[in-house]
DNA sequence: TCTGGGGTCCTAGGACCC
DNA sequence: TCTGGGGTCCTAGGACCC
């Protein structure tokens, strides 16, 4: 027996959960995000169905945007409760696999299997999946969680992928150092100013090249990464959120210091009842603005009291923590305002 | 046709204490 | 007379991911 780690990965997840409901939407190009109006401003896709993302569609894009390069797709507001609900049957029919099992968000998970077959392994669990929840996946199938992940994006969609350390060189060496998970645009743009292109090149890297750069845990945890070194261990401690926010753009920016702090002190009781809905204790508060520059910072306090349930405690603090901005007078104009508060370990 | 929302983790600097 | 080193707490910001 060996130990494999697998990989799931639900195809269009959004998209699919939404077609699933409405079954005269397959095959069309669908587009979820904000309330589903494209002709309103800053609303962005969160998924596009592959149908619409023929036509160039992508996640992040502005709503407005993908209506352009698809006239004919259907917009459909984001319903996240539903989505947690599928979420929620996929990750049950995992779960009845003998497998070790760590959830990784709404529409992935990583599954730790002592196996000698892990490819058949893997076709049992995207039948399973099929079956009793409607929704396809690609199952990426690994010695550990990188060159899985990786071994997912090459199944995709709904395909089955093994990629180990042995075959990692010869399937990654040649993309862009970017394509690494992990290594998002800041990370790839030093690292092209380093004359570090592709994954190859940065596996062939000294770690003391990049340490100036990127400090030393970094740069070895990159160059390890580029010769398909990863963690090995399937956690399956349920996850425990350590913070909850909630943040809003407004569709016209707000001038008003008033209305401003409206906002926040609505946000951080909203919050406030929600964590404490979930027996949860608030530590910290933090207050986040985004002006129309796009400058956005966050200033954040310890509640002065120590960990609290109490809704006013929350609000107050959070109108204290809104003090220490220097808005400008008159404010500047704030296009987001954002509450987050940060949780006792239960 | 300007750029969402909800998260996690890491680093770094200053305050403060011994 | 002006100079240590370590440890912890706190805050701000960066970067990444889904």
Redesign the pocket.
């Known amino acids: 027996m060996g130990w494999w780690v697998l990989h799931v990965d639900l195809d269009q ?1 959004i998209a699919a959960v939404e077609v699933l409901r409405r079954p005269e939407l397959r095959g069309r190009p669908v587009v979820v ?2 309330d589903g109006d ?2 309103r ?4 896709v ?1 998924t596009a169905s592959y149908e619409a993302r023929a036509h160039g569609v992508r ?2 894009m ?1 709503l ?2 993908a ?3 698809c006239p004919e797709a259907v917009f459909l507001p ?1 319903d ?1 409760p539903a989505y947690q609900a599928a979420s929620a049957r996929v990750m049950a029919t995992l779960a009845r696999f003998p497998v070790r099992l760590q959830v ?5 998970a990583f599954l730790g299997a002592d196996t000698d077959d892990p490819l058949a392994l893997a076709a049992r669990i995207r039948r399973a999946v099929l079956d009793e929840t409607q929704l396809s996946c690609a199952v990426g199938v690994g010695d550990n969680k990188l060159t899985a ?1 990786h071994a997912a994006r090459f199944a995709k969609p709904g395909g089955i992928h093994r990629l180990t350390r042995d075959t990692w060189p010869a399937a990654m060496g040649a993309k862009p150092a970017a394509d ?9 743009k ?1 690292l092209t100013a380093l004359g570090v292109h592709t994954v190859a090149d940065l596996a062939g890297t000294a770690p003391d090249a990049l340490a100036g750069q990127f ?4 740069a070895e945890w990159l160059v390890l990464s580029a010769r398909g070194a990863g963690e090995t261990t399937v956690d399956t401690a349920p ?11 407004f569709a016209a920016d707000l001038t008003d210091r008033d209305a401003i702090a409206g906002h926040v002190a609505a946000l951080a009781r909203a919050l406030g009842a929600d964590v404490v809905a979930d027996g949860r204790r608030v530590t ?1 508060v ?1 207050v986040k603005v ?1 002006f ?3 400058r ?7 509640l002065r009291e120590g960990p609290t349930t109490d809704l006013d405690a929350i609000e107050r603090t959070a109108l204290a ?1 809104l003090d ?1 901005f220097d808005l400008g007078e008159p404010p500047r104009p704030v ?2 305002v ?1 509450v ?1 508060t ?1 949780l006792e370990p239960p």
């Open positions: 997840f995000g904000g494209p002709g401003a800053r609303q962005v969160a996640s992040g502005p407005r945007v209506a352009r390069r984001s996240p990784y968000g709404w529409d992935e992940k690494l998970w992990g290594v998002g645009p800041k990370t790839a030093k400090g030393e845990r970094a996850w425990v959120a350590r913070s909850r926010s909630r943040e809003t753009t910290h933090a985004r129309a520059s796009f956005t910072p966050t200033r954040v306090m310890k923590v220490k296009r987001l954002g987050r940060d």
